[in-house]
């Protein structure tokens, strides 16, 4: 009897740790989603007959499928370098950031621009959400797909990220080593406009007042069961409006980059979409980056006080200042580094050298 009491007790025992190892090795498993991917040919930009492009999705550290388009130069040989590219800050692939992925794999680099979590074609629930750490891993889990391609080189893998994908960029740049050579273009810091406003308007008292505004809004949220959206680009343009949001208009409510998955062409993010951002500096590391970082904006954008504040911090308080530089357009507004603006303004000669150089 006492054999048998202590065979069970084994057998439950083993039994145990066999079902904890098997529920672990359940719960701890990369899976992805189906997402339902459109198939034709839906940019703001016209395809080139110089790359090959496919679909692909890939899986971030928190479970979410992201969407990307996968652009590659014809005819290559060998093991390519690679760049991630996202941006603007509630765009999507099929804009800025497919066109720099386009034009920079007719250079002789593979490129993959993606939707970030919550947007676009990638999967992510509640939709229209935003997240300082999420945002900043679909940079790494880009990485991660192009680090386990067979025609890339993982010594040789850079990020670009526009408006407030660029300082998302950086902040990627700052945790993920792997990452051999960064752009910010037009960059946004999110933190600190979302926290202190435009130009650094918003005071304590203000900040203060956001928060309750915002927080209200979470339990109407909560009590109702819905995320109202707050709305995308102001459509039509009052003729007061500052010059920075006919200049966002101009881009996204126009022919020249709406498109119909696009928060900023339509409703916007939800209204409390960026509230954790309020308080979590992004940047706060990023003089720590050791690898290869080129920021680029425009002379006359709105915006351009970001880079230089983020380039300033870079240089004057890092011992990595060397391989780090501010490049300034001259006369370009901040959309006019979406897709040019009509003025060629994006430096692109200016970005394949810099990738050919750190990625070498």
């Not at 002789?108 to 999967?123: N, V, Y």
């Not at 797909?145 to 740049?173: H, K, M, Y």
């Not at 304590?204 to 995320?227: I, M, P, S």
């Amino acid at each position: 009897m006492k054999t048998l009491l202590v065979t069970t007790a084994l057998f439950v025992a083993i039994s145990t740790v066999t079902m904890a190892q098997i529920t672990t090795a359940i719960d701890n498993k990369i899976v992805k989603q189906e997402l339902q991917l459109t198939q034709e040919w839906d940019k703001t930009f016209p395809k080139s007959e110089k790359v090959n492009h496919r679909k692909i999705t890939f899986v971030n550290r928190y479970g979410i499928t992201l969407a990307a388009d996968l652009y590659e130069p014809k005819n290559y040989n060998g093991k390519l370098a690679a760049i991630a590219i996202s941006g603007p800050f509630g765009a999507v692939k099929e804009q800025a950031s497919g066109l720099y992925a386009q034009t920079i794999a007719e250079r002789g680099f593979l490129t993959i621009a993606f939707d970030p979590s919550f947007t676009g074609e990638s999967g992510g629930t509640p939709r229209y959400m935003a997240s300082p750490d999420i945002n900043t891993e679909d940079f790494s889990a880009a990485v991660d797909f192009l680090s386990t391609q067979e025609n890339v080189d993982p010594e040789r893998i850079g990020i670009l990220g526009i408006c407030g994908w660029g300082g998302l960029a950086l902040n990627a740049a700052a945790i993920d080593t792997r990452i051999k050579a960064t752009v910010a273009s037009t960059m946004y810091d999110m933190t600190r406009v979302n926290s202190q406003g435009y130009f650094d308007s918003i005071d304590e008292d203000g900040r203060y007042k956001n928060r309750v505004a915002l927080n209200k809004q979470r339990t109407e949220d909560y009590r109702n069961g819905y995320y109202p959206h707050q709305g995308g680009v102001v459509d039509p343009v009052p003729n007061d409006a500052p010059f920075f949001v006919k200049d966002y208009h101009n881009y996204y409510k126009t022919s020249r980059g709406y498109h119909k998955r696009s928060l900023n062409s339509n409703n916007g993010w939800n209204v409390t979409g960026c509230i954790s951002f309020m308080n979590q500096p992004i940047l706060c590391y990023s003089n720590e980056i050791r690898s290869a970082v080129l920021i680029i904006h425009g002379e006359k954008a709105h915006s351009c006080y970001f880079s230089r504040d983020a380039y300033k911090d870079m240089t004057t308080h890092s011992k990595y200042a060397a391989n780090k530089e501010l490049l300034i357009i001259p006369n370009a507004v901040h959309t006019d580094l979406y897709d040019g603006g009509g003025k060629n303004a994006i430096p692109f000669d200016k970005l394949e050298r810099f990738f050919k150089e750190a990625l070498k």
